[in-house]
C-alpha cells in the first residue's frame, strides 16, 4: 500500500495520502485511541473508543511498527461525542477546510466526563503495567475534577505559550508539527488571556509570547505579564546548572532581571517596544538571547500568585503551575496525605518558586528548597526569605542528594516541565563567596519527608538510586505524567517500598495529560 511522503508529522499538500475507515478501540497514553489495519497498529488522534471513522494517515511507511493517523470524519459517533469549543483546535472543521488542527484540545470533541474516565484508564494502564498496582489502588470513580471548574472545561489555564507566524501572526503549532497556524481565540485561557487581544497585533521580531496571569478569579487576581522572545533566540531547554549553593535572600531588586536596555546582539529593540505598545494591558518583559537574563519594558517582570495566606512572585520564565487551581489543589493534597509535618525536616525537590516549601514551613518544618532552574530558585529565594526554617539552593537535584555528576547539560536533573510556560533561564546568583564545588559540599543525610514534583520526564534515575538508598521516613510524588509516574512508583516498589495512597486530578480539562499524586513509604531496616 503506497503512502504519501510525510515531514514533520504533516503530509505535504499535494500528496496522496490514503484515508481508511477503522474501528476505534481502547484509549492509549498520549491522546491516542488504539486502532488495527491489517494487522498493524494505527494510533488515531481525534476519536473515542467504540467509534467508526474515516481517518487520514499522518505518519506511516513499510516497516513501521505502528502508523499515526487523524480523525477526518466520524461514521459512528460516540454518545460523549460534543462539537469542539475551539475552532482553531477543532479537527473535522479543518479536514473539511483541507487543513489540519492547532494541538492542545485534543480532547474538545468529548464530554468532560467522559474525559475523565479515559484519563483513569490511561493511569490504570500504566500503573498495572509498570508499577504491578491494581485497580483498587487507584482513585474511584474517575480522576478528580477541580472545584468550580467551568461546565465545558474552558478558562483554566494561567500560563500560554504562542508562537509567532512568518507574517507575524500569534499562533500555535499542529501535533508533532514544526508548522505554525494563527488562531483568534486561545479559550482555554483564563479571560484575560484574550482581553490582551494579541491576535491583532503584530509580533514581527518575536519567535514566541509566553503569557503569565495571576490564579484570581476569572484571572483578575492582579497584571497580566508578556514575556517576549526575540527571533534571533537560540535558547536551550534550561540553565543546564550543576553546581548548586545558597541563593540570596530578601531585596526587592530579583537577582537577572535588568532594568537596563542592555544591547543584546541582534535583538530588535525597537520591534519589542512596538509590541509592548500595543499591548497596554500588561506589564512586558524580555528574555535576552544573549544572557539569559529577563529584561523588563513595562511595569514589573513577575506576577504574584497567592495560595492560603502566602504570597509568590514568579518572574516571566519562572515556573508556576498552570490551571488557576492547581496550586490550591496540589496543596491540600500534599498536606492531606503528609498531616502534621511540625519539627520535621523536609526536603522540596524540584521546587520551583517554592509552593510547596513554603506551605510546610509555615507548618513547622524545617526545609531545604532545590530547583535547578537558576530563575526559579531565585524566584523561590525571596518568596521564602521570611521563613528562617527553609534553606534555598539552586542546583542539579541528583548532585544535591549526593549523587554522581549528570552526564551532560540540564535535563532531567532537575530542570522543569517541558510543556507550557519554558522555565527558569534568567540569571540568579549564588551568595557571594559560597562558590565551592558540589562535591565539596555536605551531602544531607535521611529526611523525615521528601516532596518531589519532577518535570514531564519524572526522576532523574540517580534520583531514585539515592533516594533508595538513604530513604525518607515518607516521600510524596506529585506528577504532570502518568507513564514516568508509574516508572517511578515501579522502581521505588521494585526496592520494596509502599504506596499507602495514589490521587487524580484533571488539572489539564480538554487535554490528554493529567496530575497524579502518591505517597510512599521504604521498607522497614
Known amino acids: 500500500m503506497a503512502v504519501g511522503l510525510l515531514r514533520g508529522g504533516r503530509a505535504l499538500p499535494g500528496d496522496a495520502v490514503n484515508e ?34 474515516r481517518v487520514r494517515v499522518t505518519e506511516a511507511g513499510p516497516t513501521a511498527s505502528f502508523w499515526r493517523a487523524d480523525v477526518v470524519a466520524v461514521l459512528e459517533a460516540s454518545g460523549d461525542r460534543r462539537p469542539h469549543p475551539w475552532p482553531e483546535a477543532d479537527a473535522l472543521a479543518a479536514a473539511d477546510a483541507g ?15 467522559r474525559q475523565r474516565r479515559l484519563k ?16 483498587p489502588d487507584l482513585p474511584e470513580p474517575a480522576v478528580e475534577a477541580v472545584p468550580d471548574e467551568d461546565p465545558a472545561g474552558l478558562h483554566w489555564r494561567t500560563r500560554v505559550t504562542f508562537d509567532v507566524t512568518a ?25 484575560a488571556v484574550d482581553a490582551l487581544g494579541l491576535a491583532r497585533v503584530d509580533l514581527t521580531g518575536v519567535a514566541r509570547v509566553e503569557v503569565a496571569v495571576p490564579s ?4 483578575r487576581g492582579g497584571r497580566p505579564l508578556l514575556t517576549l522572545f526575540p527571533a534571533t533566540s537560540e535558547l536551550d531547554d534550561g540553565d543546564g546548572a550543576v553546581t548548586f549553593g545558597p541563593v540570596e535572600r530578601g531585596g526587592t531588586a530579583r537577582a537577572g532581571v535588568d532594568r537596563a536596555g542592555v544591547d543584546e546582539a541582534g535583538v530588535d529593540h525597537a ?55 492547581a496550586p490550591d489543589v496540589l496543596a491540600a493534597a500534599v498536606r492531606d496525605a503528609l498531616g502534621p509535618v511540625d519539627g520535621l525536616t523536609v526536603h ?50 541528583a548532585r544535591y542528594l549526593g549523587g554522581p555528576p549528570a552526564g551532560g547539560r540540564g535535563r532531567p ?53 539515592r533516594l533508595i538508598a538513604v530513604p525518607p521516613a515518607r516521600l510524596a510524588y506529585v506528577s504532570c505524567d502518568p507513564a514516568s509516574f508509574a516508572r517511578d512508583l515501579g522502581r521505588f516498589r521494585t526496592a520494596g517500598w509502599q504506596v499507602h495512597t495514589v490521587r487524580a486530578f484533571d488539572l489539564y480539562p480538554n487535554t490528554h495529560h493529567l496530575e497524579s499524586f502518591a505517597l510512599l513509604t521504604p521498607p522497614r531496616r
Open 348 to 397: 522540596d525537590l524540584y521546587a520551583g518558586a517554592g509552593l510547596f516549601s513554603g506551605l510546610l514551613a509555615a507548618a513547622g518544618a524545617a526545609v531545604t528548597s532545590v530547583e535547578a532552574a537558576r530563575g526559579a530558585s531565585a524566584d523561590a529565594a525571596l518568596n521564602l526569605a521570611d521563613l528562617p526554617a527553609v534553606t534555598v539552593r539552586h542546583g542539579d537535584v
Open 167 to 191: 507574517d507575524g501572526r500569534v499562533g500555535m503549532h499542529p501535533h508533532r508539527s514544526d508548522a505554525v497556524l494563527p488562531v483568534a481565540t486561545m479559550p482555554l485561557a483564563v479571560p
Open 413 to 465: 536533573g532537575g530542570n522543569r516541565r517541558t510543556r507550557g510556560p519554558r522555565q527558569g533561564r534568567a540569571g540568579g546568583g549564588q551568595r557571594r563567596g559560597d562558590d565551592r564545588r558540589p562535591d565539596a559540599l555536605a551531602i544531607p543525610g535521611p529526611a523525615d519527608v521528601v516532596v518531589v514534583d519532577p518535570p514531564r520526564v519524572g526522576l532523574d534515575r540517580r534520583v531514585t538510586d
Open 271 to 325: 520591534a519589542l517596544r512596538r509590541i509592548a505598545a500595543a499591548v497596554p494591558g500588561a506589564s512586558v518583559c524580555w528574555l535576552g538571547p544573549v544572557t539569559h537574563r529577563v529584561h523588563a519594558l513595562r511595569g514589573e517582570p513577575w506576577v504574584t500568585e497567592r495560595v492560603g495566606e502566602r504570597r509568590y512572585r514568579v518572574t516571566g520564565d519562572g515556573f508556576w503551575q498552570v490551571h488557576r487551581r
Open 20 to 53: 481508511l475507515e477503522l474501528a476505534l478501540g481502547p484509549i492509549a497514553h498520549g491522546g491516542h485511541t488504539v486502532a488495527r489495519h491489517e494487522g498493524r497498529v494505527v494510533f488515531v488522534r481525534h476519536g473515542i473508543p467504540g467509534e467508526r471513522v
Open 216 to 219: 484570581g478569579p476569572d484571572g
Open 99 to 113: 487543513t489540519v488542527p492547532v494541538g492542545g484540545a485534543e480532547f474538545g470533541h468529548i464530554a468532560p466526563a
Open 120 to 135: 483513569r484508564e490511561v493511569l490504570a494502564e500504566q500503573v498495572h503495567r509498570l508499577a504491578g498496582l491494581d485497580a
